[in-house]
């Protein structure tokens, strides 16, 4: 067995560590070390010492620990913490009851939700991950029973692929629906239960909600069994994968998820919000009693006819529209932009949007329009080049425009905004009537309302607000947080299982993050994870098979952090204290 010291940095900070390396047979029955003997592999072990002035206290005050453990303690305990706090544990400890492979089973969902917020993972390495964390000692189980078998039977039984087979054989057309016939009441339950007991623990928006979807691509290849993955308009431009969208609802103020449903890839914005719309407004009207104030803000790809026919009368929304739909609009002086709020100048009227009478608001951002002008220009430009260099490399000049240049322009998305005629042994390039059209489109944006009394000022802050769920999806698809994609589960009723912890851990650091902000700790996502996770559990063990358990040392933030997450708590119920 070889050991030996070895220094690690880490911010600025030098720590020292033993590492020990030696071989072990692969079989335990193999003996020897002359060839034939067995198979054996190199294992290495390292123990945290602790930095330099830690070990020399340790070595002046005569009692060194004969091993030194540490684990991770902080954002883990502060995930659980949290979850306590909103209820979300005593939910699936109530709906999702009894025991799987010598754990109880809502413990297969909990330990997914901590792992993708504090070091995500595969379910085949969840029970490694486990062993890093306090969670084992703090929740009572056993890391080794955590296998992905053990966590796909346990999903079983809560969302069944076997009886969802059942029934897309008894009903065909359950297979061809918006959820591909999934029954996720379980999931749906333990959401609405949640919703009930948020408006009175924490400060949400009691008036403005955001809806939008969007999707992750897999991995899946043919043939499989789920359908739910289908190809689609990839949002991460991974159109040959097959993805699975996520249509989601946050209040305002904190972006705080109140419902969620995954749906099939291959279906339009604008038939999901018809799909889910029903039990998105029943799930508000159960959390928020007076429904009728609520404003729904939606993006333009979920307008049709249909969809606000089915909110009307329910509650009102805020929306934006395709403003070429309304060529008469378009076409206004700059004067008649005789409003201005938010940094732009705005025109507001009453028109009939799908039948329901409206406010619409159309406003010019100057600074928008230079941008977007600055972008076709450089666009019209590049391709110009193109076009001239692959006219040049024609040794013997085409008695027409070549058909090279042609597919050089289909293929350009600026293609449409030049047209290429030959003139007299010359090739010319003009801008076409498209361009024109586009440029009068350039810093403006159509918003609508259906309250006819809204000020015009209220609605433009209520749809620039709506980058609050965009915050959302980017911590879902954040690599060092949540990280959903790419999704990698082969069948509708793990996909769906996954789908749920991801949106709970969603849920779990928004609502972190509004207690630290309304502690008066501004911090982001990633910030918040870093000053937590540094807080380890330090366990010396002695020689006389005493041990001593210490909390590394905790700045003045991760002070105010520790008594916010009351993680004094969870200190006293670990072992060694």
């Given amino acids: ?28 029955r193999d003996h020897g070390k002359a060839r034939g003997s067995g198979k054996s592999r190199v294992r290495t072990q390292s123990i945290y010492l602790g930095t330099a002035e830690s070990i020399f206290r340790q070595l002046k005050s005569g009692r060194s620990p004969l091993e030194i453990r540490h684990r991770e303690f902080g954002f883990a305990a502060a995930i659980y913490q949290t979850a306590v706090e909103i209820g979300l544990v005593s939910l699936l400890r109530q ?4 025991e799987r492979f010598g754990l109880p089973r809502w413990l297969y969902f909990l330990l997914p939700i901590i792992n993708r917020l504090q070091h995500a993972t595969s379910k085949r390495r969840m029970g490694e991950w486990a062993q890093t964390t306090i969670l084992p000692d703090l929740l009572g189980f056993d890391p080794q029973r955590l ?8 999903a079983d039984d809560v969302i069944s692929e076997r009886e969802l087979r059942e029934r897309r054989r008894k009903e065909p057309d359950a297979a061809d629906d918006l959820f591909a016939g999934l029954d996720d009441s379980t999931f749906r339950t333990i959401e609405e239960e949640l919703l009930q007991n948020l408006p009175s623990h924490y400060d949400l928006s009691q008036e403005i909600f ?9 991995y899946i290849e ?51 919000f018809a799909g889910v719309v029903e039990e998105l407004l029943a799930q508000l009207r159960a959390g928020f009693r007076q429904i009728e104030k609520l404003v729904l803000v939606l ?23 395709v403003p070429s ?44 329009a230079k941008k977007q002008e600055h972008s076709l220009q450089n666009g019209i430009e590049k391709l110009k080049r193109r076009i001239m260099e692959k006219w040049e490399s024609y040794k013997r000049k085409p008695p027409r425009v070549p058909a090279g240049i042609v597919r050089l322009m289909e293929e350009s998305r600026y293609g449409k905004y030049l047209a290429a005629t030959y003139r007299k042994g010359k090739l010319a390039i ?63 009723t793990k996909i769906r299982a996954s789908g749920f912890c991801c949106v709970m851990a969603l849920l779990l650091i928004q609502v972190m993050l509004q207690k630290v902000e309304r502690a008066g700790l501004r911090m982001s996502a990633a910030v918040l994870k870093e000053e937590l996770t540094d807080l380890r559990e330090i366990v010396m063990v002695y020689e006389d098979q005493s041990a001593e358990m210490k909390i590394s040392r905790r700045s003045s933030v991760q002070r105010k952090l520790w008594n916010l997450f009351d993680l004094g708590s969870i200190e006293q119920r670990l072992p060694y204290t």
């Fill in 147 to 154: 296998t992905s078998k053990t966590f796909w039977y346990a």
């Fill in 325 to 368: 739909h309304f060529p008469d609009l378009l076409q206004l002086p700059l004067g008649n932009y005789t409003g201005e709020a938010e940094a732009v100048r705005y025109y507001r009227c009453r028109r009939a949007v799908f039948g329901v009478d409206c406010v619409l608001v159309l406003t010019y951002n100057s600074q928008l």
């Fill in 299 to 321: 993006d333009k790809g979920n307008n049709s006819p249909e969809n606000f026919a089915a909110l009307q009368g329910k509650l009102h929304w805020v929306g934006s529209l």
């Fill in 210 to 218: 955001f809806y939008d979807t969007t999707n992750f691509f897999t």
């Fill in 430 to 492: 003009s801008e076409t009537e498209a361009a024109a059209g586009q440029r009068q489109r350039f810093g403006k944006n159509l918003l609508f309302c259906s309250n006819p009394e809204a000020e015009s000022a209220w609605i433009i802050t209520q749809y620039r607000s709506k980058d609050r769920i965009e915050q959302d999806f980017k911590l879902l698809k954040n690599p060092e947080l949540i990280r959903w994609r790419p999704a990698r589960h082969w069948t509708d």
């Fill in 95 to 98: 709906h999702i009851p009894g």
């Fill in 1 to 28: 067995m070889v050991g030996h010291l070895y220094p690690k940095t880490i911010r600025g900070t030098t720590y020292y560590y033993y590492q020990r390396t030696w071989r072990e047979k692969i079989n335990p």
């Fill in 222 to 272: 043919e043939p499989v069994r789920a359908l739910l993955p289908q190809t689609g308009h990839n949002k991460d431009c991974h159109h040959h994968c097959k993805q699975v969208g996520l249509a989601l609802c946050v209040e305002k103020e904190w972006g705080i998820p109140l419902f969620h449903r995954l749906y099939r890839g291959n279906a339009h914005d604008s038939q999901t």
